[in-house]
Structure formats: C-alpha cells, structure tokens
C-alpha cells in the first residue's frame, strides 16, 4: 500500500513557477512509476509527466514539455514537479500518482494509487 500526499499548488501569475511535491508513504516507493496528471472542471483528468524508478527516464505531454520537470528522491520518497512558463491553461487541480510497472505509462488505468490533488491557479 502507498500513500500520496501532494503539496505545493497554489495561485501564481501567468509566467510564473511552482514546484509541486508528492511524499509517498512504503518502503517500496523506489520500485514505482510515478506520475502527475491534472484535471480542469469539466474536463477529463490528462496525463502531464511520468518518470521511472531511478529517474533515469521521463515523459512528457506535449502541452507541457520544455516548461515543466518531472523529478524524484527515492531517499525521500518524494516526487516533483517543476512548472515554469506557467499559462491560464495549466489551472487545475493537480494529482500525483503511483503505478507499479517497469515501463513508463501515462493512462489514467495503469495508476495503482492516488493522492488527494493540489489546486494550482494561473492568473493571466
């Protein structure tokens, strides 16, 4: 079993940055997918960054590659993601989530546990 406790969202203007962390609970945190997705009102929740066990490996969504940094601390057991050149588009509530594959993923289906989500604002 893993816990997921995101943090860091918050309101910040267009241009700005945040940086989002995810503390997992479990010793097996290093063995896992991690990935953040968001979800706007209305929308479906979409996939933003994945990043494989070491770190060694990540993907990006298209809408934010070149802005946005996925990262991890297995010795904390702690995810990031670095959001930089935000836009009105990137509000939404932002979750962090846990799968246990060896290969990156960025379905929704392949996610075995979730956190709570964060509330990130972009103001234009």
């Known amino acids: 079993q893993v816990q997921l406790v995101e943090s860091g969202g918050g309101l910040v203007q267009a241009g700005g940055s945040l940086r989002l962390s995810c503390a997992a609970s479990?010793?097996?945190?290093?063995?896992?997918?991690m990935g953040w997705f968001r979800q706007a009102p209305g929308n479906e929740r979409e996939f933003v960054a994945a990043i494989n066990w070491s770190g060694g490996s990540t993907y990006y969504a298209e809408s934010v590659k070149g802005r946005f940094t996925i990262t991890r601390d297995n010795a904390k057991n702690t995810v990031y993601l670095q959001m930089n050149s935000l836009k009105s588009e990137d509000t939404a509530v932002y979750y962090c989530?846990?799968?246990?594959?060896?290969?990156?993923?960025?379905?929704?289906?392949?996610?075995?546990?979730w956190g709570q989500g964060t509330q990130v604002t972009v103001s234009s």
């Open positions: 479990g010793r097996t945190f290093s063995s896992y997918v």
């Open positions: 989530a846990a799968a246990r594959s060896t290969i990156l993923v960025i379905t929704t289906r392949f996610y075995d546990y």
